[in-house]
T-cell receptor
Framework: DTGVSQDPRHKITKRGQNVTFRCDPISEHNRLYWYRQTLGQGPEFLTYFQNEAQLEKSRLLSDRFSAERPKGSFSTLEIQRTEQGDSAMYLC????????????FGEGSWLTVV | DQQVKQNSPSLSVQEGRISILNCDYTNSMFDYFLWYKKYPAEGPTFLISISSIKDKNEDGRFTVFLNKSAKHLSLHIVPSQPGDSAVYFCAASASNYQLIWGAGTKLIIKP
């Protein structure tokens, strides 16, 4: 399978704990995106990387959220001191720079904060 | 400020008939439009796209129409099949910048 891979698919955590999600993009894709999606909404942009450089962060991304893509391949999204409002599906996507902005999503990581 | 709107939260269509999903946008700088399909508990899957230099793009049962003067695009699915039941999102971007998403339309195909 050469699609975008996300891990874990589901995570239940207690409020205040830290969680980390991993994303492996399509291998030749140099752009990697993180989105968040809740029921009844379209994906909300969080941040994106071109190779290892984080080029943009949404104002939705509070200080508790951090993303890395250290070698320009896989990426991690960490949420510190989780809150119940963080419960959502976290989506990773990847693309080529010159793909007409067509991005390809992974299956998502469901986070439930209890 | 919702730049991309999908005004129908849901749509029910008989199997074998045509499904028409609509999307309106406000930003005249948008030059690339996409449709994605999403099943529950999965990430969105890319379906079809269209550049603003075209007014129609077809891929199998899926056709996207773009009316720039009306700032409107639509996705036609013919014939509709049970596996088409999903939430459909339209998205738009300007000059390869970030995608702006609609809230989605839930399509239900009735047998």
């Amino acid at each position: 399978d050469t699609g975008v891979s996300q891990d874990p698919r589901h995570k239940i955590t207690k409020r205040g704990q830290n969680v980390t999600f991993r994303c492996d993009p399509i291998s030749e894709h140099n752009r990697l995106y993180w989105y968040r999606q809740t029921l009844g909404q379209g994906p909300e942009f969080l941040t994106y990387f071109q190779n290892e450089a984080q080029l943009e962060k949404s104002r939705l991304l509070s200080d508790r959220f951090s993303a890395e893509r250290p070698k320009g391949s896989f990426s991690t999204l960490e949420i510190q001191r989780t809150e119940q409002g963080d419960s959502a599906m976290y989506l990773c996507a990847s693309s080529l720079v010159f793909s007409g902005n067509t991005i390809y999503f992974g299956e998502g990581s469901w986070l439930t904060v209890v | 400020d919702q730049q991309v709107k999908q005004n129908s939260p849901s749509l029910s269509v008989q199997e074998g008939r045509i499904s028409i999903l609509n999307c309106d946008y406000t930003n005249s700088m948008f030059d690339y439009f996409l449709w994605y399909k999403k099943y529950p508990a999965e990430g969105p899957t890319f379906l079809i796209s269209i550049s603003s230099i075209k007014d129609k793009n077809e891929d199998g049962r899926f056709t996207v129409f773009l009316n720039k003067s009306a700032k409107h695009l639509s996705l036609h699915i013919v014939p509709s099949q049970p596996g088409d039941s999903a939430v459909y999102f339209c998205a738009a971007s300007a000059s390869n910048y970030q995608l702006i998403w609609g809230a989605g339309t839930k399509l239900i195909i009735k047998p």
